[in-house]
């Protein structure tokens, strides 16, 4: 963190997986690392229904919920896929400003499902989109990222009307930026991004 901090192209992240693997000891410290270092947390949330029925039998509540009561989130957090959250998952995302990375491809090819991405965005939430690397997706592309995920809410919704081309470059430019909590350096075409 200290070697990057000022790289211009580069940000340096704490990143746990995610509540399933992770102890509550561990995601407390990363939260603490974070805050120490002024740097973003990035983790995956509510991927997969197995996810959520494994942190229900542990602890009682939803991933979201779970992160919530260990105070995971404040400052700039980013969730990965954030498939499956409740209604009132929704609403704790908006209400803490959580960016979310919105990884279509790879949800297609795990078959983990659909991120509720247009009920997160009426929410106020964040969206941007990426991959989720290479070995969950087989590519980097992000013109695919913006493919996929137009035509992802379109079917799952019968819906041609749902998740615009406008939408996807936005998730794909701004709004990435914005759930980075990076709007200010890029994500858009202005003069010193």
């Given amino acids: 963190a200290a070697k990057w901090r000022n790289a211009p192209l580069i940000t340096i992240a704490v990143a746990p997986h995610a509540p399933y693997p ?8 990363a ?8 740097l973003p ?5 509510a991927e997969t229904d ?3 029925g494994e942190v229900a039998a542990k ?5 979201f919920e779970h992160l919530n009561n260990l105070g995971f989130f404040g400052g700039t957090v980013i969730v990965a896929h954030a ?20 990884n279509p491809t ?6 983990s499902g659909v991120a509720p991405v247009p009920e997160m965005l009426r929410a106020g939430i964040a969206v941007g989109l990426g991959t989720d690397g290479a070995a969950s997706n087989n590519s980097l592309s992000i013109f695919k990222e913006m493919n996929a995920a137009a035509l992802m809410h379109k079917v799952s919704r019968r819906d041609p009307t749902v998740f615009s081309a406008t939408e996807a470059v936005t998730a794909a430019t701004i709004g990435g930026a914005r ?6 350096q890029i994500g858009s075409l202005v003069k010193g991004k």
């Fill in 41 to 45: 947390l990035m983790i995956h949330v």
């Fill in 50 to 52: 197995k996810e959520i």
């Fill in 83 to 102: 498939v499956h959250p409740s209604p009132s998952d929704l609403n704790l995302m908006a209400s803490k400003k959580l960016g979310v990375a919105h």
């Fill in 179 to 184: 759930a980075l909590g990076l709007e200010q």
């Fill in 59 to 63: 602890f009682r509540v939803t991933p």
């Fill in 22 to 29: 992770c102890s509550p000891e561990t995601l407390t410290a």
């Fill in 31 to 38: 939260k603490t690392l974070a805050d120490k270092l002024a």
């Fill in 106 to 111: 790879s949800n297609m090819k795990l078959a």
